[in-house]
């Protein structure tokens, strides 16, 4: 088994993609909808904090979560918003 097989199997690195994914979705969809990029982009960056450090922190309790996974998963929501707001800057929606 190689370095890549095992990153592949990791449940944080599972939770990080599906995070972007999801953030790089909202994203391209609100760029789609004739909405300034960064009008969607702050928008998008804003419920991504909110919902990692109070929603998820206060109600996600199987198992309980911490700051520490808040940021883990706001990064990977991090990581979806830029790169849609790059990718939307140059009229590249995949």
Not at 24 to 49: E, N
Not at 64 to 83: H, K, N, R, S
Request: proline fraction near 4%.
């Amino acid at each position: 088994m190689n370095l890549f097989s095992k990153v592949a199997q990791s449940p944080l690195t599972s939770a990080f993609f599906a995070h972007a994914g999801v953030a790089y979705f909202v994203m391209s969809l609100g760029a789609r909808a004739a909405s300034p990029l960064w009008i969607c982009a702050a928008a998008a960056v804003a419920a991504a904090a909110i919902k990692e450090f109070y929603v998820d922190i206060r109600w996600e309790q199987n198992p309980p979560q911490t700051y520490a996974d808040g940021a883990e998963d706001f990064a990977g929501y991090l990581v979806g918003i830029v790169a849609a707001a790059y990718l939307c800057s140059w009229r590249i929606v995949l």
